[in-house]
Nanobody, 122 residues
Framework: QVHLVESGGGLVQAGGSLRLSCVAS????????MGWFRQAPGKEREPVARINWSGSSTYYEDSVKGRFTISRDNAKNTAYLQMNKVKPEDTAVYYC???????????????WGRGTQVTVSS
């Protein structure tokens, strides 16, 4: 089992930048595909970006495409979400999650961190 801890959230002005980190412990990080998700107040949790186990493929939801960048460093058991040109609608709790690499990387993610709050002021 892998344990995930997010960090890097905080308060940022619209148009600014923030970098989130997700550190994994337990099993080797490269055993997993990885995704970032978010949940805004009163809304359902939604995907933001995904990256396959090796880092060779990435996918972004339209709402963040061109502004956010997902990456990973398997040697450091860490994944990142670089958030640029943030908007007030990006305000949410951001979660990282993993899915075993034996499965396709677009399926359900079952292992989650506790999340980190991102608040974007206008």
């Amino acid at each position: 089992q892998v344990h995930l801890v997010e960090s890097g959230g905080g308060l940022v002005q619209a148009g600014g930048s923030l970098r989130l980190s997700c550190v994994a412990s337990g099993r080797a990080f490269d055993n997993y595909h990885m995704g970032w998700f978010r949940q805004a107040p009163g809304k359902e949790r939604e995907p933001v970006a995904r990256i396959n186990w090796s880092g060779s493929s990435t996918y972004y939801e339209d709402s963040v495409k061109g502004r956010f960048t997902i990456s990973r460093d398997n040697a450091k058991n860490t994944a990142y979400l670089q958030m640029n040109k943030v908007k007030p609608e990006d305000t949410a709790v951001y979660y990282c999650a993993v899915r075993p690499r034996a499965n396709d990387w677009f399926g359900d993610y079952a292992l989650w961190g506790r999340g980190t709050q991102v608040t974007v002021s206008s």
